[in-house]
């Protein structure tokens, strides 16, 4: 397995998410997501559009904007959703054509100012019968984490893209220490570590955009943050 490969593919399910510094509570506007299907605590979940304004913002709106621009469908959409700790957050998850992948990441911290991690709880093949899956998650992150769904039209069981199989790594505990923006704050990079690898495993440095552009023909990417009611 080329864990090189694998490390410069995992930019952005990372960027796409988490870069270090604050960004609204809540969002302007509702909004329906309709895939996946937020539901917390047995009812539908209040999911809004994130607001993206602001300076602190940019490099991830630039990075949306970006890509989004490339097609017509604005595949990458940034979602946020309140919670508190013990809620049941579940997704339903539907092909929303035949021969998808959907995978779901989570970036999360266990204690306050601990390690943040980058996980891959699911990553499962959806041919055209396939009926949509469940993706179930009881909060107890500190403080605010995101998850990532994306589904990418991989047509095959055995089509997994990059970052895919770099989480299937056995014993991998991904961490992201550090975000780093350009000087214009037009993009920006990870900083990463596995610390499966012990104390002296080396960082490694990814731009956000990597990742998006290694996705097996994405047809949706949708960040969910989800903030502590109460912070």
Not at 1 to 11: N, S, T, V
Not at 16 to 38: E, H, S, W, Y
Not at 142 to 149: D, H, S, T, W
Request: proline fraction near 7%.
């Amino acid at each position: 397995m080329d864990l090189k490969r694998y490390r410069m593919a995992i930019g952005i399910l990372v960027a796409a998410l988490c870069f270090a510094g604050p960004v609204p509570a809540c969002a302007d506007t509702p909004d329906k997501l309709d895939n996946p299907r937020i539901s917390r605590n047995g009812a539908a979940a209040n999911v809004t559009v994130q607001e993206l304004s602001g300076i602190v913002s940019r490099p991830f709106r630039v990075l949306i904007d970006r890509n989004n621009a490339k097609r017509e469908d604005k595949y990458l959409r940034v979602h946020a959703l309140g919670v508190t700790a013990g809620d049941i957050l579940t997704a339903v998850l539907a092909a929303p054509e035949p021969g998808i992948r959907a995978s779901v990441y989570r970036i999360f911290r266990l204690v306050k100012d601990g390690p943040r991690y980058f996980t891959m709880p699911l990553s499962v093949y959806l041919p055209g019968s396939a009926a949509p899956v469940l993706y179930t998650e009881r909060i107890d992150s500190a403080g605010e984490e995101f998850l990532v769904f994306v589904f990418e039209q991989t047509g095959s069981r055995d089509n997994k893209g990059l970052q895919v199989r770099y989480f299937e790594t056995p014993g991998l505990r991904l961490t992201i220490p550090q975000f780093r923006p350009n000087l214009w704050l037009t993009s920006f990079k990870l900083r990463m570590k596995d610390l499966a690898a012990g104390d002296n495993a080396p960082i490694f440095e990814r731009d956000a955009q990597l990742l998006i552009d290694r996705l097996v023909n994405p047809k949706r990417v949708v960040i969910l943050r989800l903030w502590k009611y109460g912070t």
